[in-house]
C-alpha cells in the first residue's frame, strides 16, 4: 500500500485571490474558485493522502487591500479549520 503526499499544496480562498490579485492575476490566468470541498475532492480524485498547504504567488507581502500582510497570512489558516 502506498501513501500519496502533495507537498506543494496551493490554496486561494476568495479573501486571499482579491486582496492579492484582483482584476490582474500573475501569469494573466485565474485560477477556479477555491474551497474546501473542491480541494478535497481533487485530492481524492488523484488517490493523495495528504496535502501540506503552501500559499501561492504573490504571498501576503503585495496584498493590494488595506489589510497588512500578517492579517492575510492569518485568515488563510480558517478556511482549513
Request: overall charge negative; charged content about 10%; aromatic content about 12%.
Amino acid at each position: 500500500m502506498t501513501f500519496t503526499v502533495d507537498t506543494h499544496h496551493h490554496m486561494l480562498p476568495g479573501f486571499f485571490w482579491e486582496a492579492t490579485e484582483g482584476d490582474d492575476p500573475v501569469g494573466g490566468i485565474a485560477p477556479p474558485p477555491w474551497s474546501r470541498a473542491s480541494a478535497l475532492s481533487f485530492l481524492d480524485d488523484a488517490g493523495i493522502d495528504v496535502a501540506i498547504t503552501s500559499i501561492s504567488t504573490p504571498a501576503c507581502t503585495p496584498a493590494t487591500t488595506p489589510q497588512p500582510a500578517y492579517w492575510l497570512d492569518g485568515a488563510m489558516n480558517w478556511p482549513l479549520s
